[in-house]
C-alpha cells in the first residue's frame, strides 16, 4: 500500500489553506512556498528563525542517521511500532505526523510496521533543521517533509490521528489542535540511565533525571493510556559509534572539554538504553 501525499497545508503568514499545483503551494492571498528538489517544503518563516540554521546540524544530522542504521535503537523503533500499530486497530486510514522528525528513522519503522496491515497510510516528517528533513526524504521519499516549528504546525485542525514526539520538543497546544477527535500523542523519552556510560564518562557528578513532565498536557480530555519501559543492553558498539552517539546528543555541547576528551576515548562498549514510552489520548469524545 503506498504513502499518501498532503493535500492541504496551512499558510504560515496568513493560515490560510494552502492548495498545491505543481511544484507551489499556495494560498488565496497569493504567499508561495516552492517544493524543494528534494521534495520536502519549507513553511519555516524567516521572522520565525530564531538563527539562519535552525534545529540540528548538518553533522549532527548525519551522525544520528549512522547511528541508527547501525540498529542499535531497534528496540525503541520496534517498541514505537508496536504501540502505534495497537492504537490504530483494525483503522483502515491514517495520519501520522512526526513532529521534530529528525532523519526520519523512528517515523519510516512505524510505516514500514503499518504498511504491512491494509492501510491507507499519510505520514508526515516535521522538523525545524533543513537538514532533517532533507535526509528524512532521502530514507523515504514518500514521506512527505516539512521544515516548520512544532510551534505553528502548518496542517490543518484535526488532520492527523498520531502526533509523534520522540526524544523532541513537544507544544502540547498545536499537538492537540491538528489531532482528530479520539487522536493520540506518542512520546518517547529518555529515562534515568539512558546512555548512563556515556554520560559516566562526560560528566564529573552525572545527573539521573526522571523523563520529562507531562502533566501540563493532561487535563479531563486528555489522559496518559500507556506508559512502557523499553531498557535494553546495546552490543559493543565501536569507536565510531561512540563518536556519533556523542556528536548526535546535547551532551556533546554541554561536556566541558576534559568530559569531551574523555568521550573521545570511548570505545568496544555497550550502553544502556532506558527509554519511557508514553502516549496520551483524547479521552471524551
Ligand atoms: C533529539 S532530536 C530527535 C530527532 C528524532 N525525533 C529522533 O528521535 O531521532 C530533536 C529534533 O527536534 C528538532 N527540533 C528542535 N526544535 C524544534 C522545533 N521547535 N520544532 C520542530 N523540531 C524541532 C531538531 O532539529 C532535532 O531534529
Same mark, same amino acid.
Request: hydrophobic content about 35%; some cysteine.
Given at each position: 500500500?503506498?504513502?499518501?501525499?498532503?493535500?492541504?497545508?496551512?499558510?504560515?503568514?496568513?493560515?490560510?489553506?494552502?492548495?498545491?499545483?505543481?511544484?507551489?503551494?499556495?494560498?488565496?492571498?497569493?504567499?508561495?512556498?516552492?517544493?524543494?528538489?528534494?521534495?520536502?517544503?519549507?513553511?519555516?518563516?524567516?521572522?520565525?528563525?530564531?538563527?539562519?540554521?535552525?534545529?540540528?546540524?548538518? !553533522?549532527?544530522?548525519? +551522525?544520528?542517521? %549512522?547511528?541508527?542504521?547501525?540498529?542499535?535503537?531497534?528496540? *525503541?523503533?520496534? #517498541? =514505537?511500532?508496536?504501540?502505534?500499530?495497537?492504537?490504530?486497530?483494525?483503522?483502515?486510514?491514517?495520519?501520522?505526523?512526526?513532529?521534530?522528525?529528525?532523519?526520519?528513522?523512528?517515523?519510516?519503522?512505524?510505516?514500514?510496521?503499518?504498511?504491512?496491515?491494509?492501510?491507507?497510510?499519510?505520514?508526515?516528517?516535521?522538523?525545524?533543521?533543513?537538514?532533517?528533513?532533507?535526509?528524512?526524504?532521502?530514507?523515504?521519499?514518500?514521506?512527505?517533509?516539512?521544515?516548520?516549528?512544532?510551534?505553528?504546525?502548518?496542517?490543518?485542525?484535526?488532520?492527523?490521528?498520531?502526533?509523534?514526539?520522540?526524544?523532541?520538543?513537544?507544544?502540547?497546544?498545536?499537538?492537540?489542535?491538528?489531532?482528530?477527535?479520539?487522536?493520540?500523542?506518542?512520546?518517547?523519552?529518555?529515562?534515568?540511565?539512558?546512555?548512563? !556510560?556515556?554520560?559516566? +564518562?562526560?560528566? %564529573?557528578?552525572?545527573?539521573?533525571?526522571?523523563?520529562?513532565? *507531562?502533566?501540563? #498536557? =493532561?487535563?479531563?480530555?486528555?489522559?496518559?493510556?500507556?506508559?512502557?519501559?523499553?531498557?535494553?543492553?546495546?552490543?559493543?558498539?565501536?569507536?565510531?559509534?561512540?563518536?556519533?552517539?556523542?556528536?548526535?546528543?546535547?551532551?556533546?555541547?554541554?561536556?566541558?572539554?576534559?568530559?569531551?576528551?574523555?568521550?573521545?576515548?570511548?570505545?568496544?562498549?555497550?550502553?544502556?538504553?532506558?527509554?519511557?514510552?508514553?502516549?496520551?489520548?483524547?479521552?471524551?469524545?
Amino acid at each position: 500500500m503506498p504513502l499518501l501525499p498532503l493535500t492541504q497545508l496551512v499558510c504560515p503568514l496568513d493560515q490560510k489553506v494552502l492548495l498545491q499545483t505543481g511544484n507551489t503551494w499556495r494560498c488565496e492571498n497569493n504567499h508561495c512556498f516552492d517544493i524543494a528538489k528534494q521534495g520536502h517544503v519549507n513553511l519555516l518563516p524567516v521572522q520565525n528563525k530564531k538563527s539562519k540554521d535552525p534545529g540540528d546540524s548538518k !553533522e549532527m544530522i548525519a +551522525a544520528r542517521r %549512522d547511528f541508527l542504521n547501525s540498529g542499535v535503537y531497534n528496540p *525503541i523503533a520496534e #517498541a =514505537l511500532a508496536n504501540t502505534v500499530n495497537a492504537l490504530c486497530g483494525d483503522q483502515d486510514q491514517l495520519a501520522i505526523l512526526d513532529a521534530g522528525c529528525g532523519e526520519g528513522y523512528y517515523l519510516n519503522s512505524v510505516c514500514d510496521a503499518l504498511l504491512t496491515k491494509d492501510i491507507q497510510l499519510q505520514a508526515t516528517g516535521l522538523d525545524i533543521s533543513k537538514w532533517a528533513v532533507r535526509s528524512c526524504k532521502i530514507r523515504n521519499p514518500k514521506l512527505n517533509g516539512l521544515v516548520a516549528s512544532n510551534r505553528q504546525i502548518p496542517l490543518p485542525d484535526q488532520s492527523q490521528d498520531i502526533v509523534l514526539c520522540t526524544f523532541g520538543f513537544p507544544v502540547y497546544s498545536e499537538f492537540k489542535r491538528v489531532l482528530k477527535p479520539g487522536g493520540h500523542i506518542v512520546m518517547a523519552d529518555p529515562g534515568t540511565e539512558h546512555l548512563i !556510560e556515556l554520560r559516566s +564518562a562526560i560528566y %564529573d557528578d552525572v545527573r539521573r533525571s526522571p523523563p520529562a513532565d *507531562i502533566s501540563p #498536557a =493532561l487535563d479531563d480530555n486528555w489522559q496518559l493510556s500507556v506508559s512502557q519501559k523499553v531498557q535494553f543492553t546495546s552490543p559493543v558498539i565501536n569507536a565510531m559509534q561512540c563518536e556519533q552517539l556523542l556528536v548526535m546528543t546535547p551532551h556533546l555541547y554541554r561536556a566541558s572539554k576534559e568530559g569531551r576528551d574523555r568521550a573521545a576515548q570511548l570505545h568496544d562498549i555497550t550502553i544502556t538504553g532506558d527509554v519511557l514510552i508514553r502516549v496520551i489520548s483524547q479521552s471524551n469524545c
